[in-house]
Nanobody, 123 residues
Framework: QVQLVESGGGLVQAGGSLRLSCVASGLTFSTYRMAWFRQAPGKEREFVAGHMYSGGSAYYENSMKGRLSMSGDNAKNTVHLQIDSLKPEDTAVYYC????????????????WGKGTLVTVSS
């Protein structure tokens, strides 16, 4: 019923940029907060960016600060993640997530996951 669909991934060269998108359906968009996680091969899924609360400001993973920007389009139930200055170590599947609550994001606070979009950064 609830569906999160990511798009925008692909193959880019180091230093390039991507804008990922997540379209949510089947949920009341305004009552959920959104986030992005990523998972690289052989590594644990980790937080990348997310809202502090529904409709609130975003915060970002410390090591990626300055390269990330979340934005949204409420009319389209869509959130975006702009990633600049991509590095090979950014290569991962990026997942859109929706949840409730406030404050920091942890895996246990995610109610719904998208299937992910693959970002591959070549050196």
């Amino acid at each position: 019923q609830v569906q999160l669909v990511e798009s925008g991934g692909g193959l880019v060269q180091a230093g390039g940029s991507l804008r990922l998108s997540c379209v949510a359906s089947g949920l009341t968009f305004s009552t959920y907060r959104m986030a992005w996680f990523r998972q690289a091969p052989g590594k644990e899924r980790e937080f990348v960016a997310g809202h502090m609360y529904s409709g609130g400001s975003a915060y970002y993973e410390n090591s990626m600060k300055g390269r990330l920007s979340m934005s949204g389009d409420n009319a389209k139930n869509t959130v975006h993640l702009q990633i600049d200055s991509l590095k090979p170590e950014d290569t991962a599947v990026y997942y859109c997530a929706a949840g409730r609550g406030f404050g920091i994001w942890t895996l246990d606070r995610v109610d719904y996951w998208g299937k992910g979009t693959l970002v591959t950064v070549s050196s």
